[in-house]
């Protein structure tokens, strides 16, 4: 069993894209990390700075704890945003049994009504990211709750009803 050091610290890993229905197969783990590691390379670094800012500027419903976790609810014109502004593998990103990131992407290209429930995690930790981890659809738009729920790994955790600017939508969330 390895002795963790004071430089060391603990970092969660967890499988992507598991497809295991199997209750435990999916779960994180908590690994030692040596000084600066697992990260991803420098020039990929930083881009949830930009995103954050952009947030800010366009004043997106967003809430930030302590300094390496934000979430909130953006349109869909935001979304396409900030999807200039990740890595590319950030759009194969999915939230446990979620879509993946590129999914909510196409549904927010189909759909400009259409808002997207996200969290980031800063460059602060080594596994800095957006992820998309439900969606507010309009009721008429049932086309594409189909779509995100064919593209998910498992039902959504939560589905219901919900009255946004005097509309209906329906709200999918994976936990």
């Excluded at 709750?145 to 600017?165: C, G, I, Q």
Aim: glycine share 4%; proline share 7%.
């Amino acid at each position: 069993m390895p002795i963790m050091r004071p430089d060391m610290t603990i970092g969660v890993v967890r499988a992507r894209d598991c497809h295991s229905r199997e209750p435990d197969a999916c779960n994180a783990i908590a690994v030692l990390m040596e000084p600066g590691g697992p990260v991803a390379p420098e020039e990929k670094r930083g881009f949830t700075k930009r995103v954050l800012e952009y947030l800010e500027d366009v004043r997106a419903e967003l809430k930030c704890y302590f300094h390496d976790y934000c979430s909130g609810v953006v349109t869909a014109e935001q979304l396409l945003k900030i999807a200039e502004m990740v890595p590319p593998e950030n759009l194969e990103d999915r939230q446990n049994e979620s879509p993946r990131f590129a999914d909510f992407l196409e549904a927010a290209r189909m759909e400009p009504r259409a808002r997207f429930l996200i969290y980031i995690i800063t460059d602060v930790r080594p596994d800095e990211r957006v992820t998309i981890d439900g969606a507010l659809i309009p009721a008429d738009r049932q086309d594409l709750v189909d779509l995100l729920l064919n593209r998910a790994l498992a039902m959504p955790d939560e589905s219901d009803a919900v009255e946004l600017e005097g509309q209906e939508y329906t709200r999918i969330w994976w936990d």
